[in-house]
């Protein structure tokens, strides 16, 4: 990946209602490469994802923090048993499909976890290049 040309970083409390402001956060942010309406639905719900997976998952009985690094950069567990569809530790409430939908709308999906040191989920998408 080039050096990114804008980049940002937040960090909230893993209630609920901040999902809904994770995803207006990164759609403000990748506005500036100009997203197609698609890719922008497509972001906010992987984002809100991977948002609605750290509060059920990591935090399932307190209020933690939630970090998001996101960049643009010029264009040139087991993870792989919790990353299957259908598989959770959230119990019956839970549908399992986060990381299914995440991979559906992402390029790249990375997630790398260490016991006792938390879990990272990377999401990469890269925008179509319009014709102005």
């Known amino acids: 990946m080039n050096k ?17 402001l994770a995803r207006m956060l990164i759609a403000a942010f990748i506005t500036e490469a100009d997203p197609t309406v ?6 906010k719900t992987a984002v809100s994802e991977a948002v609605t997976n750290c509060i059920v ?20 567990l087991d993870v792989q048993k919790a990353m299957e569809p ?17 991979q559906e709308l992402m390029d ?16 990469r998408r890269r925008l179509s290049q319009k014709t102005r």
């Open 57 to 76: 998952h990591a935090y399932p009985d307190r209020i933690g923090e939630i970090y998001i690094a996101a960049a643009l950069s010029e264009n040139d």
């Open 108 to 123: 790249e999906v990375r997630v790398t976890s260490r016991v006792g040191g938390g879990t990272t989920v990377r999401l």
């Open 38 to 43: 698609e890719e922008l639905c497509d972001i």
């Open 4 to 20: 990114p040309k804008n980049t940002m970083k937040v960090t909230f409390p893993s209630r609920g209602a901040n999902e809904g």
């Open 86 to 102: 259908l598989f959770t530790t959230g119990g019956s409430e839970r549908a399992g499909l986060g990381f299914a939908v995440m």
